[in-house]
Nanobody, 125 residues
Framework: QVQLEESGGGSVLAGGSLRLSCTAS????????MAWFRQAPGKEREGVAA????????YYGDSVKGRFTISQDNAKNTVYLEMNSLKPEDTAMYYCAADLWTTRCSLEMTQFRDWGHGTQVTVSS
């Protein structure tokens, strides 16, 4: 099992930017899927972005394409989520998730065994 720690959440005005970080206690550069999910009050958890560490292939939810960017720093066992042009509807708890030693990557919740505790992002208009 891997421990995941998120940071970087906060409050920002619409149109602003935030960068979230997720640091893993262990990391597999060669074959991990690392992802960000979010959950707003009263809504289901949804996939935001994922990265397949083998090739750096990235995946994004439709609502964040063109605004959010996921990236990795293997030396720091860290995955980032750069969020730009934030909207009030981006307000949610953001969770990091990991699936180590995997052969696939997706934004399906069922793929991920390990989860962080979340970091809150609040966007006001």
């Amino acid at each position: 099992q891997v421990q995941l720690e998120e940071s970087g959440g906060g409050s920002v005005l619409a149109g602003g930017s935030l960068r979230l970080s997720c640091t893993a206690s262990s990391y597999s550069r060669s074959s991990s899927c690392m992802a960000w999910f979010r959950q707003a009050p009263g809504k289901e958890r949804e996939g935001v972005a994922a990265i397949f560490t083998t090739r750096g292939t990235t995946y994004y939810g439709d609502s964040v394409k063109g605004r959010f960017t996921i990236s990795q720093d293997n030396a720091k066992n860290t995955v980032y989520l750069e969020m730009n042009s934030l909207k009030p509807e981006d307000t949610a708890m953001y969770y990091c998730a990991a699936d180590l030693w995997t052969t696939r990557c997706s934004l399906e919740m069922t793929q991920f065994r390990d989860w962080g505790h979340g970091t809150q992002v609040t966007v006001s208009s």
